[in-house]
């Protein structure tokens, strides 16, 4: 309180009442230590009790106060007391801050008066401490967050595969990842203040420099171009250029980054080549159905043609001839569609060995007699899972191959071996590890140079300029192999002979032995049911059904599968259904097959196509057989016995 020694007046109160409404603690002592004047802030900031703050209170008892209750810290109270005392009358400024038991840090501040003793605020900037201390930890996190946020951005720089550098408006480097600058043989601390024209060969400069420009005008470029690097190695970089802009917007400089696309570059040749082996099996595939429905009109005759006039000259001379050109037509089929991988494979447990011996047999007299060929067959080794009929055509084309570079005379020899292969093999061929089959075949003939031996298994790229090379072969066994989720490797070098290794998966069943004659096979002991044949086209339809005739079938027959869905509504007997799968209306025969075998199960169903692709995607009991035209009699029998198995399977389970 403020106590002058005149009586209190009306305005003493009105300041008083001023005073008691600051925010801040108020004492007043005079030059006797005595205190004058006070408010009651002072007494809640100091937590001192009302009876301690009268007219003329010495000094010294608010510093007892304080100090036996422990606010200066451990040690005596009275010296505490008497240092502070002698301390307050030399009346000199002090400013400090204290903090209070109850943890309120307080600003203490003490002004001399002219005419004696002092004036002492008292502040609570327990919250203005609190903030500097949050504003002071937010600032440590901020700088240590962007100091992290610098490593990082710098590791990651480091990191990705290109080169990175910052170019100033004076053409020189002001940053650089690793990458960049070990590409020119420094450190990203060396490369650091060089020029261009310090860093970049002469014609790699001047290639770039109308792009340097650009850049330096604002102006976003990415241009690709062929670098050879200091150790000699040329690869082939796309560089992205992007202005440097300050404040101000106006460019100074440029980011630079550049990416190896070596890999790129091939595996879009690569991509490249696929493409072109889609549209050759997209051609294959358009022209196979008509093709092959016509290959199915010719068979179908020549094969009872050729039954009915028996061992007749007529036979050997026209008939058979006639019937074996048809069939080099189906093969020729097959291997257009083995070139471009969409063909239809038939893989079974297959004893290379033994077909390595058919072939030998086959292959033999078409060598000249400066040629040899030999086999190398350890016996006993595991059998592949392979197209038979694939393999036996990829085999004779190596092998052809290996006859046709041996003009001066060698050897061709053919041999097999169990090889498994463990995850470090396996990778580089793409396979699975696992047992696989391995088949080489080998010359001792002038091998091949680096640039063919790259293009061997293009389509159409042939060495052959007579025009006896279709350049097809290589190519056909390739997409076999890898069809058949195989690898084969070219081992070649000029003058040092030829070597093509095939890795086959080995079976996990033991190959059947030979097959012996065929033998007629009916659905059961008794006579066969009725049978629907549904085929548009009348020629392939006459062809079709002679040969389920044969088999001991009646017949009816339907050009559509809406016009076979109303005879299967119409007549309840028929026990077996062959149909095509392109059909005219909005039904084909694959969605006829479902039909049937979801309304009907009873029913045998057969697929017939003359397309590259299999005509259901289902596999197990629920496949659906199909036929790949043209077929002939014995096929169709094995694929009807195939359903007669299904059918008696259900019916066994019901």
């Known amino acids: 309180m403020y106590h002058a020694t005149q009586a209190d007046s009306s305005a003493d109160e009105l300041f008083q009442a001023g005073l008691d409404h600051i925010d801040q603690g108020i004492t007043i002592f005079d030059r006797n230590l005595r205190l004058v004047g006070w408010n009651r802030r002072f007494l809640d900031l100091l937590g001192f009790p009302e009876d301690l703050a009268y007219p003329g209170a010495p000094f010294e008892i608010f510093i007892r106060h304080n100090a036996e209750r422990g606010e200066y810290g451990p040690g005596d109270a009275g010296e505490q007391t008497r240092f502070r005392v002698e301390r307050a009358r030399l009346f000199e400024p002090h400013l400090f ?103 970049l060969k002469p014609e790699t400069l001047s290639f770039s420099r109308p792009y340097f420009e650009q850049a330096r005008q604002g102006i976003p470029v990415d241009y690709e171009m062929t670098v050879t690097l200091p150790s000699g190695r040329v690869i082939e970089i796309r560089t992205f250029l992007r202005p440097d802009r300050p404040g101000d917007g106006t460019p100074c400089g440029f980011y630079l980054l550049s990416v190896d696309i070596t890999r790129l570059k091939k595996a879009t040749a690569a991509a490249l080549q696929a493409q072109k082996m889609d549209a050759l099996g997209q051609l294959s595939s358009g022209i196979a159905h008509d093709f092959n429905n016509l290959l199915t009109v010719i068979i179908g005759n020549l094969v009872p043609l050729c039954d009915r006039l028996g061992d007749s000259e007529i036979t050997r001379e026209l008939a058979q001839p006639a019937l074996a050109a048809a069939r080099r037509g189906a093969n020729f089929t097959r291997r257009l569609l083995a070139v471009a991988r969409r063909q239809a494979l038939q893989p079974s447990a297959v004893d290379v060995e033994d077909a390595i011996g058919q072939l030998v047999k086959l292959l033999r007299p078409s060598l000249p007699d400066n040629v040899e060929l030999s086999t190398r067959l350890r016996g006993g080794s595991k059998p592949a899972f392979v197209d038979p009929g694939q393999l036996e055509m990829a085999l004779l084309n190596l092998a052809i191959n290996a006859r046709d570079a041996l003009k001066e005379g060698g050897r061709i020899e053919l041999s097999t071996m169990h090889h498994r292969l463990g995850p470090a093999e396996a990778e580089p061929l793409k396979l699975r590890p696992g047992d696989y089959v391995r088949v080489s075949v080998a010359d001792d003939g002038p091998g091949m140079p680096a640039a063919t031996a790259a293009r061997a298994f293009e389509p159409f790229f042939s060495t052959k300029t007579d025009g006896g090379g279709s350049g097809l072969g290589l190519a056909m066994v390739y997409g076999f192999v890898r069809q058949s989720e195989g690898a084969i490797q070219l081992d070649t070098s000029e003058g040092g002979g030829t070597r093509f290794d095939i890795f086959l998966p080995a079976a996990l069943r033991d190959a059947p032995p030979p097959e012996g004659a065929e033998d007629e096979i ?58 095509d799968v392109a059909m005219p209306g909005g039904m084909d025969g694959r969605e006829l097959a479902a039909r049937i075998r979801a309304a009907r199960p009873g029913i045998a169903v057969i697929v017939m196509t003359g397309h590259s692709e299999v005509p259901s995607t289902e596999t197990g009991a629920a496949a659906i057989p199909f036929l790949r035209k043209p077929f002939e009699r014995p096929a169709l029998a094995a694929a009807i016995a195939a359903e007669a198995a299904r059918i008696a399977c259900l019916e066994e389970k019901a």
């Open 97 to 199: 801050e204290r903090q209070r038991p109850d943890g309120r840090i307080l600003r203490v501040e003490g002004v001399p008066m002219t005419t004696g003793g002092f004036v002492t605020v008292y502040t609570d900037i327990t919250n203005e401490k609190s903030r500097e201390v949050v504003q002071e930890h937010l600032i440590r996190e901020r700088t240590a967050a962007l100091r992290l946020s610098e490593e990082r951005l710098r590791l990651i720089a480091d990191e990705v595969p290109a080169g990175i550098a910052q170019v100033g408006s004076d053409m020189r480097v002001s940053f650089a990842n690793i990458r960049f600058a070990r590409a020119y043989g420094l450190s990203p601390t060396e490369i650091l203040g060089k020029s261009c024209a310090d860093i």
């Open 522 to 579: 009916l659905l059961s002991g008794e006579a066969p049911g009725l049978a629907l044949l549904v085929e548009d086209n009348p020629e392939v339809r006459r062809v079709i059904r002679r040969q389920i005739a044969d088999l001991g079938y009646p017949i009816i027959e339907a050009a559509s599968a809406e016009e076979a869905e109303e005879t299967l509504d119409a007549v309840s007997d028929i026990h077996l259904v062959v149909t």
